[in-house]
């Protein structure tokens, strides 16, 4: 995998196209990431017990890793100038 828990991506593809947020887990073997922010969808929890009562949370799923890209929060430092503009050494 590319990415790795606490890399700050970008998502390229589905709903979230577009956002960024920040992986909070990785899943290898599925080849899945959990992104704050992304893919939240709208859970509804059943109630413990008889007193309490039953509530809709919102919740990360996650998403597949080939649908994000990490981003560059670093500055740069100019890539792949050379000293010698335009000429051949």
Request: no cysteine; net charge positive; glycine share 10%.
């Amino acid at each position: 995998m590319h990415v790795k828990k606490g890399d700050t991506i970008i998502v390229l593809a589905g709903k979230d196209k577009g956002k960024t947020g920040l992986i909070l887990k990785a899943f290898p073997k599925e080849d899945k990431v959990l992104v704050e922010g992304v893919n939240v969808k709208k859970v509804h929890q059943r109630a413990q017990k008889k007193e309490t009562k039953g509530t809709i949370i919102e919740k990360n799923f996650p998403i597949h890793v080939s649908n994000v890209k990490k981003t560059n929060d670093k500055k740069t430092t100019g890539g792949n100038k050379s000293k010698s503009a335009g000429h051949k050494s």
